[in-house]
């Protein structure tokens, strides 16, 4: 507890103008950023993933798989941070028991077991059930238990019933797709509906969440993809990844102007709220939001992969470059959740002044915590690609 | 025998029909009725709850602080100066224009001029406190329903329900609310809930030497709160937000955020 007001009064003397008494402490930290970013992650590889399935883009196959096992491994983390950093972790479930309708965040239970349960496990069990048949016959030890427990009993092998997984496949991925909106959206749409923070409440929020969150995801399973060829020593589909190249440009540009569009309407109208969002932007926010958001994470990007629309350099170059714009496009989206979450609570509603944000390095809040919750999907992510190799499959949807 | 059928028919599409459209009926009522009952204590009707508000008498409040003070000590309010459930700001518009706000421990110590006498144009303090708003975004936000409106008008928390999310303070236009670092839940002013169900006044109201403060029921054409109202041409904060606050300051300057 000292440790605590140690830190608020430390906070105190950095006021800068007048804040509410109680704005002092910012009640949203690191793992508040981490919850839309990793939400955001999973939403993005899941539209990367039906992108092939849905809507047909064959070239992008060797990375469906990949994709759907990046978003189960995300999302299976995406609620820790979040409840977490409740103040009565244990009365989570309340959420689920005794929602108010009209809170924005109480469908979030709902949404995430939504898209977990019936969207996530539902199409992948259906991708893969014919090759947990076959995997249980030849495999050895836990493997063969798993995929046997897995299979849920229903072990036909003949063409018909693996005609049916893939129509079923199909349409769950159909309804995926608007659910996968839906999830992100709907993230966005927390903080857009709150009318008391002009940082936050504009309509574009849900939007704008979706295709950042498009744009991180599909970042996400380009790096992967590469280094998961790189560890099985294959070589990298070319046209692959330049096609993944070629949507992250595509959503990447949309992502920008929407973003802009929001800045320029601010600008433009320059409400009540304008003066103090100014010195935001120009000040506490410099670093993370013109050098790492938009410079790194948008401007660099957008300009590489652009230029590579006209002129592609050799191979290994372009790996190379993919791989380093990818690691940008996932910072400076990281840095944009930063400074929704971080920045809408840096000014004071009285709109005349500034409190601190402090980061600790321990505890449950701290840097420390959030590398954990970042790197926790990627050990799930190695597991379920030992467990279930997309690249073994015998079978694959149409 | 084939009218027959028809008729039977009919009425099996009609009743189908009935259900259904009741169902969606209901469905599209409901949600209004609930919304209503939120607007509802806003309205003047024959309701036998009392309607709790407060009115903060601008003209006559001198800034001492003891009813922030009062608050603390009434409410075990941690004596840090970071917990506020009603504190008081100082307003100070320079010659210049610019206006300098200040409420150092929210005021509870009392305030020092910083600005020299020549340079000030006008100061004034101001009392601030959870606005009881009866479209509370507090209350909308709350994900389990811990926050609520009480049915005279208060808005409460319950501390055995509250999961601690701290979307409620983000969601409150005013900054009343704060997270309790003992209770670890959302914590505000109740406008004293334990006393005026007592027939007692805000332990604010009751220290308040100069009456700044008037609480009362605005169900009640003849309590001080309703007179007041009726003399004085009162405004709320922020009004814009519609909130619809049953806080309401009398000679509220523009300076005021």
Redesign the interface.
Known sequence: ?EE??QH?YHA?SQVD?????????L??GLMIVLYPYITGLVAGAFILASLERVFNVKVLKPTYGLALLTALAFLLVATLPLVS?????F??Y??LM?????????I?GFVYLWYLMVVLLLEIWFDYRLDFVLWSRESKGFKKYFYKIITLGINDTDEKSAKLDDKIGYFITVLGIPSAFLLHGYVGF?FGS????PWWSTVLMPVIFLFSAMVSGIALVMIIYMVVSWVRKVKIDMECLDTIAKYLFYILIVDFTLESLDQIHRLYEAEESFDIIKVLVGGKLNITLIFMQVLIGTVIPLLVIGFFQFYKPTEKIRKIIYFIVGLFVLIGIFFMRWNVVIGG?LF??????FTSFNAVFSGMEGYLMAAVWLILPCLILVFLLWLMPPWKKTTMHN | MDRRINKNRRKFFQTSATIVGGTLLYSLIKPLTSNAQVIEVNKEDNSINPLWGMGVDLKKCIGCGKCASACKTENKVPDKPFYFRTWVEQYTVKNDGEVIIESPNGGIDGFVQSVPNEDIFKSFTVPKLCNHCSKAPCVQACPVGATFISPDGVVLVDETYCIGCSYCIQACPYGARFMNPITKVADKCTFCYHRISQDLQPACVEVCPTDARIFGDLRDKKSKLVKFLQKNPTQTLKPHLNTNSRVFYNELSSEVK
Request: hydrophobic residues 35%.
């Open positions: 507890m605590h007001y608020l105190l103008g007048y804040i509410y008494p109680n704005e002092i402490d009640h949203w950093h409740l103040q009565h972790p009365r989570a309340e959420i005794t929602p108010n309708p009209t809170s924005a965040m109480a979030f927390i709150i009318k008391a923070n609570q004071s509603k009285s709109l005349s002044g």
